[in-house]
């Protein structure tokens, strides 16, 4: 639990409380934590706000070119998506951005906006101190290199012309692959959350920032980018269970994920099918399938270790660690 | 072109020369080029590495609880694939590996290995490094983050026992399947060389180290982990274009990828279905389908980054950065 603001920030706060958005009469403002706790979290909050816009964007890509939507009907799927359990700030502006239209064409806004996307380095930043914290963030990582590989446009242009890829027409049903992939991104979207905020926990320690992870849910509720209607179960979550490790183990989280999981599963399908790239959704199921796994191949890579390297392993039946004269074999 | 050692390291690399492990007639060491560009290069090299293992790691894991295999089978597999187009030390030492019996219990050692991977850091400051050059290196940074989800043992013991997923027994072909993870894992393996590459050709070129990829990919021939036939296709490459951007883009690499995409997809598609978590396999497909993409559907990040943060975003017709008033639509 945080100590409490320190000397003079207490007023500060008292003003902001007053000026900031409120959501269900409580104020989207708080004293987080020590030192650099708040920039931190706004830091993260950055990286969850990175791989949210690459999970949307890849949604926008398999219904452009998958199902070969127009910017009319894009808009109609994310105006509807705005009044179901995805919910958001950005699924919202989304909806609005597919109805503008350019002023010096006439044309749709989106379609004369150029594909390379720019950085200020919160999501760097964000997936940097992940590595270092050994904090496994990879929707917000895949959502960063993506931003980088976007900016290649030559490079893009030019393996085009040589790499051939498959078909990106979808033959199946359209509205029932539009829902899957409405559940595919709101599995997604509570992976994203939960490692941006396993990271958060994980900071809150390293750091010494005594954060209190049911008040991060809470401001994010309402006067950032990344608030969503989910942001409520989030903080219940953390109100349930101060000392959750990960949002995954959160029961009715972790069922909204699992009940969702075949068809974020049937959507990397697709995708890998179609030769749309989506490296948010796959980093998505990939995390969720390794996180619920109890047992995974890295013994090899231990013993590769220890062949090559001599770095030692541990063994599942005795503590300590262990080294094999391999070369010897 | 390296502008030759620094006073003093002549005499040195003579006498490496005649130490160092040699391939057709060559010796696997040279100057690289200024500064701390040797110590670079070998960290680049351990994080293709880590690319590597966590790619051979996910064909255990598909061949292990996918297909059924037990450990001499496996040994079988890995000891063919020594022969074929991945021949490389790391399959080598894996066909090894699951052929040695542990002293203690007689049973195989790899059973015995705690399934939580170590590592030094390099692969973390290669994810670091590319992250702030903004070079794409998904397949090295998911080997990273799968070496520290790995490592939540107690967190994902806790929730194998909540989040149920998908029977992992694969009811086709056998055989046909082990062959196309084969052509997978080749693909992969050159998408975390290009990777890597295209990491040390920006840094080169960041810190003015002067390197020679042809003379790079000539020395990691031989006497270090990541040497694998494939080393002189990349020599070859770079000897035959000094300025390649990326390796897809050299022909006959991107024809051998090209062939083997669709197997690549195949194992994609059958890990989803399995819940097995192959991250870098599907790293590797997002990177190929993003790479070889004209348009990337990043004008929508550009849309949104100018929606909510006046960001601004350039145009496909016109030069310039533009800003749109969105919320006054």
Known sequence: MPSGPEEGYDRVIAIL???AAQVQGEP????LGRGSAGHYVKMV???IEYGLMQLLAETY???KRGLGLNNEELHEVYSHWKYTEISSYLVDITANIFSRKDEKTGT???DVILDEAGQKGTGKWTSWDALDLQVPTPTIDMAVMMRDLSGYKTERKAASETLAGPDTTYKGDRASLIDQLKHALYAGM???YAQGMALIKRASTTYDYHLDLEAVARIWRGGCIIRAALLEDLR???????GLPNLLLDPPLGREVQGRQADLRSM???AAALGLPVPCLMASLAYFDAYRNGWLPANLIQAQRDYFGAHAYRRTDEAGTFHTAWVED
């Open 17 to 19: 409380e007053k000026v």
């Open 28 to 31: 989207c403002v708080t004293y």
């Open 45 to 47: 909050h950055n990286g």
């Open 61 to 63: 890509d398999i219904m």
């Open 108 to 110: 749709a806004l989106i």
């Open 190 to 192: 509570i992976m994203t």
């Open 236 to 242: 219940i979550a953390f109100k349930s269970h101060p």
């Open 268 to 270: 990397v399908q697709v």
